[in-house]
């Protein structure tokens, strides 16, 4: 696999995990404000974008598993990391969920 396609790869996953992110501050944002349906919707919403960066990440391991080499650079560690916080982050947010139902 040559350099240029695995930052492509990277990058998909960044980009992906990102929007997902940022989906998931929003559902903050409305749990704060007693939103609940639009925040289950921004999580929902968040896993799809995860589930595009796990695609990407996914298609890495394929190559990988068939034998293709893959030079790991920086910035697939970076995406790497990006992802797997983000997915933390949505897991957290989903337990804040149900204690702020309980809370209210």
Known sequence: MDTEELQV???EIIL????????????????R??????????L???NGEMLKAHQAQTELLQKYASGVE???EIIM????????TTMTLREVA????????KVN
Do not use: C, P, W
């Not at 970076?78 to 797997?84: K, S």
């Open 9 to 11: 790869a990277a990058f």
């Open 70 to 72: 893959i030079k790991i």
């Open 16 to 31: 992906n995990s990102g929007n997902a992110r940022t989906l998931v501050h929003e559902a903050f944002d409305a749990m």
């Open 94 to 101: 989903l337990e804040m969920m149900e204690l702020y139902k």
């Open 33 to 42: 404000t007693g939103s609940y349906e639009l925040a289950e919707q921004k």
């Open 77 to 84: 560690v970076h995406a790497q990391d990006h992802l797997m």
């Open 44 to 46: 929902e919403d968040a």
